[in-house]
């Protein structure tokens, strides 16, 4: 047993090459290059077909009319929302011009009682409202003048910049009508007629 061990020892020393080739753990080698590379060349030929039905640009790049023009957009349609609605900041302008008037006719501030409690409180309602169909017309006509030819611009941005702009259109057209009273008139007192 002792001899074996020593022949199996001067056998290593002698010729390390041989020994490691036979023993059963090594790795095995590697297949010949040219088969590996066929093989790289068919998916790397698969995935070229893929590729040529998507464009190259990245999954995550956003078109230039992406994120501003589409936030500019939804910005002009809700402007034209609330010049058609009104706001609270128009409901608060209103009710400070009728406490402005209340006050100035219980004072003895002279002037006409109608105009200080419904005419000021209705056009001031009707110039908030009509600032934001204005600010929507604007905001939405600059953005469908910019991106109109542009191919790479969303559809969905210039619909709603469309919107944006015909609803702040309505908007204005209904806010000068409530400012020179085209939709219904001021009230008037009654003429009081001489008793005798």
Known sequence: MATENSKITEAAN???ESEREETPDRIPPREPLD???GEEEEHTSASDDADDDFPDTPADSAPAGGFAAGAAAVVSAGLGICSLTGTSLTDMLRSRKELIGQIEASTGGGGDQI???????WHTAAL???FFALAALVIGGVLLALHAQRA???PWVKSVALGGVIVGAIGLFIAGGMYLDLFAS???LPSSRPTG
């Open 128 to 130: 908030v409202n009509g």
């Open 14 to 16: 002698s010729n390390p």
């Open 115 to 121: 105009n200080a409690f419904y005419s000021a409180p």
């Open 152 to 154: 790479d611009t969303r």
């Open 35 to 37: 088969k590996a590379t």
């Open 186 to 188: 001021t009230p008037e």
